[in-house]
């Protein structure tokens, strides 16, 4: 059980266009989602927390208006990343949680962003 | 957000117990013991907690210090399949509120077969 899922693996954009990540929890609903972001050999970041039915929570520095979140159901989170930048490309990776004990979070397998 | 340290990296041979250390000297009452491995390519797994008790799964092992200052994750029989990053995270637990995850650098775990 537990499973999470993204579509696209991976998607090549032009710079200037937006990509839409899908994200879903395939046997468990989630109040909340997380997105994170990781660079080449870097650790994963958190960049917002997604609750249903209301607006995302961003971490500092990362752009609300550039990576939209979308929390429309308890088992599908949507991040957009508007007019995109080679800058952008990425490693994305989306989170559930499961509100038991300890609140452990299941990963997606990730999406990789790459912007030409 | 209390902080983890832990070796860049370990190298274990196949089929031998590994234990992975993790220092959390400022660990809070409320916090639990995360441990989350990434495979390259992949989206990080969910491995193992705990609070005070040691604890044991399918995966592996989490033996936690007296005072919580100090945990070890412990792969009994590691196989090729657990070369990974080893992340372990201070999550806030049951009767909090839901955070997003803190990774640091993690532990590069090398199998030598």
């Known amino acids: 059980g537990a499973v999470v899922s993204q579509h696209p693996s991976w998607v090549i954009c032009k710079s200037g266009t937006s990509v839409k990540i899908e994200c879903r929890s395939l046997?468990?609903?989630?109040?909340?989602m997380f997105w994170y972001r990781q660079f080449p050999k870097q650790s994963l970041m958190l960049m917002a927390t997604s609750n249903e039915g209301s607006k995302a929570t961003y971490e500092q520095g990362v752009e609300k208006d550039k990576f939209l979140i979308n929390h429309a159901s308890l088992t599908l989170s949507t991040l957009t990343v508007t007019s995109a930048h080679p800058e952008d490309s990425s490693f994305y990776i989306c989170?559930?949680?499961?509100?038991?004990?300890?609140?452990?979070?299941?990963f997606g397998p990730g999406t990789r962003l790459t912007v030409t | 957000d209390a902080k983890t340290t832990q070796p860049n990296s370990m190298e274990s041979n196949e089929e031998e117990p590994v234990h992975l250390p993790c220092n959390h000297s400022t660990i809070s009452g409320t916090d639990y013991i995360h441990w989350y491995r990434q495979l390259p390519s992949q989206g990080p797994e969910y491995v193992i907690h705990?609070?005070?008790s040691n604890v044991n799964n399918r995966m592996a092992s989490l033996a936690i210090a007296e005072d919580r200052k100090s945990s070890t994750l412990i792969l009994h029989r590691a196989t090729l399949r657990d070369a990974a990053v080893y992340y372990c995270?201070?999550?806030?637990?049951?009767?909090?509120?839901?955070?997003?995850?803190?990774f640091g650098k993690g532990t590069h775990l090398i199998i030598q077969p």
């Open positions: 705990g609070l005070t």
């Open positions: 989170s559930a949680q499961l509100a038991l004990e300890g609140y452990e979070q299941y």
């Open positions: 995270i201070l999550g806030i637990g049951s009767g909090g509120g839901a955070d997003g995850l803190t």
């Open positions: 046997d468990f609903q989630a109040t909340t």
